[in-house]
């Protein structure tokens, strides 16, 4: 039984070590070489008294950041990954929050780290560490660490944004990332031929779709340069250079080729994969993916950070038409979702209810604060005979005739406006299936009690408008439209949707 993620590296590097592992430019890893860096970082911290303990990393997005990632799991200690573009007012927070004694940095990125003000730890620099010469006392060391983890022990800690201004520190455990792996591996029929571009931040959970299967089936990860997302046909051109076949990409990524019709000059030649999260997907830019790749199989997923990442899936097995809506379907493995009224009583079918996850895919709450841990991790109400921990997702969802779960809304992003509950997604989806539009959202101005519609696209306000009069109920109708030349996006590919309250 696996319970070290470690295992999977080793093993992969075993057996398939000159195989290419990671690739990012002209820079590119065997799994030998990748495991080897590894044990490197790992027994360079463990030589210097880090145990069980959070390391900061603090790099640029790079195979090299992986590696330091792993090596922190080496010295059994967890990773806490900060974006370096991130402002120093929240790294102070999340350094605060973590309570860290030593950073790991590139060159890129040390000057920044060493002049962090609030920081009394230790800077260690990458090259510095990978540069120690591995002895056997250090193997031997390093495999006395892992026999004696167990599959509860921290392995990273992901910081999101809190509803308070303070970032939260979501902490996952072995275990809860080997389950959700290996199931997504397993209804994704991933294996040694798969070839990924990433697209996810490190700094973010979503990258565990392509590293992880990475290294459990010998795989490999082309990881995508940021730049390329602004310039759609060089995207597509560098998906079909290195000939990737899945892609485990945000809604947001996707509708960047698709809403600027690059599928009329290229398009993936070698894509059979598509496996979709963050949103929801709008049905317009969905039939360009679906009709511009037939073959493809497309699968929408579903999951908050506090349950590693993703607990549902739904494989889409027909033609999505206008005025569709693709499920989320159906819990992972060994993963249970209960749908919960105000009342806690179960909601019945075709009922809506607030998405609670229970499983090992629920991560061990919000490091160093048990108070919010408590608000959101909590003894599930319709077990009386004994403590269950379930995540309170703050979705709502139904389940459908067939037993697949829609998802309805944020709670939220449920509104009471004109005597009416509204919301704000069906009016989106509404927007989505005009002509002209590209991208839309919708926030709500409480004070002002009005709908401010945010979109990007060709059409003009007042055709619009007028268009929408058809498709809503005038209740529902935007009090305000705002046209964009972008959608402002959360560092994770979703719409930010604080910065557009800031834009009315």
């Known amino acids: 039984m696996i319970t070290n993620v470690l295992d999977y590296l080793y093993n992969t590097a075993l057996v398939k070590p000159d195989k290419k592992a990671f690739i990012m430019g002209e820079d590119e890893y065997t799994f030998k070489e990748f495991k080897n860096s590894v044990q490197r970082i790992g027994a360079s911290l463990a030589d210097k008294g880090y145990s069980k303990e959070p390391v900061i990393i603090y790099m640029d997005k790079h195979p090299r950041e992986l590696i330091a990632f792993f090596g922190t799991v080496a010295a059994g200690c967890f990773y806490v990954p900060i974006d370096s573009e991130m402002p120093s007012a929240r790294i102070d927070l999340i350094l605060e929050s973590s309570e860290s004694r030593v950073i790991i940095s590139d060159k890129e990125n040390l000057q920044k780290a060493q002049e962090l003000t609030n920081f009394k730890g230790e800077v260690l620099l990458f090259d510095d560490l990978d540069a120690n010469e591995l002895t056997a006392n250090d193997l031997d060391n390093l495999n006395t660490i892992k026999r004696n983890s167990i599959d509860t022990d921290p392995i990273y800690i992901v910081f999101t944004s809190g509803t308070t201004g303070v970032p939260k520190g979501i902490t996952a455990c072995h275990r809860s990332v080997i389950d959700y792996a290996e199931s997504f591996s397993e209804e994704l029929g991933l294996g040694e ?219 939220d992003f449920q509104i009471k406006h004109m005597g009416q509950r509204i919301e704000l997604g069906e009016i989106e989806a509404n927007v989505d299936l005009v002509d002209g539009i590209d991208s839309c959202c919708c926030v709500y101005n409480q004070e002002k009690d009005k709908i401010v519609l945010f979109y990007v696209g060709s059409i003009e306000v007042k055709e619009l408008s007028a268009l929408l009069r058809t498709k809503l109920q005038p209740y529902m109708l935007p009090n305000s439209y705002k046209k964009l030349d972008s959608m402002p996006l959360t560092p994770n590919g979703k719409k930010d949707r604080n910065r557009l309250k800031t834009m009315w």
Request: net charge negative.
């Open 193 to 411: 031929e798969s070839i990924f571009a990433n697209q996810a931040p490190l700094y973010f959970d979503a990258y565990i779709k392509d590293v992880y299967p990475t290294i459990m089936f010998g795989a490999t990860t082309y990881m995508v340069p940021k730049q390329l997302f602004m310039f759609p046909v060089k995207l597509v051109e560098f998906l079909n250079d290195h000939k990737v076949n899945t892609l485990c990409w945000a809604v947001s990524a996707l509708t960047i080729i698709s809403a600027f019709k690059t599928f009329n000059t290229i398009k993936p030649e070698y894509v059979k994969k598509i496996a979709f999260v963050g949103e929801v997907f709008p049905t317009k830019q969905f039939k360009i993916w679906q009709a511009a790749l037939p073959e493809c199989e497309f699968t929408n997923l579903y999951g908050p950070t506090e349950t590693t990442g993703v607990c549902c899936y739904y494989h889409v097995d027909k033609i999505i038409e206008d005025g569709d809506i693709i499920p989320i379907g159906r819990p992972f493995k060994n993963t249970g979702i209960i749908l919960l009224k105000d009342d806690n009583t179960e909601a019945s079918l075709n009922e809506e209810g607030e998405i609670c996850v229970r499983g090992t895919c629920v991560t061990l709450g919000y490091f160093n604060n048990p108070s919010k841990t408590s608000e959101n991790f909590i003894s599930n109400p319709l077990n009386k005979n004994y403590n269950e921990i379930i995540y309170r997702t703050g979705d709502l969802a139904r389940k459908g005739e067939d037993g697949n779960l829609i998802f309805v809304s944020r709670k």
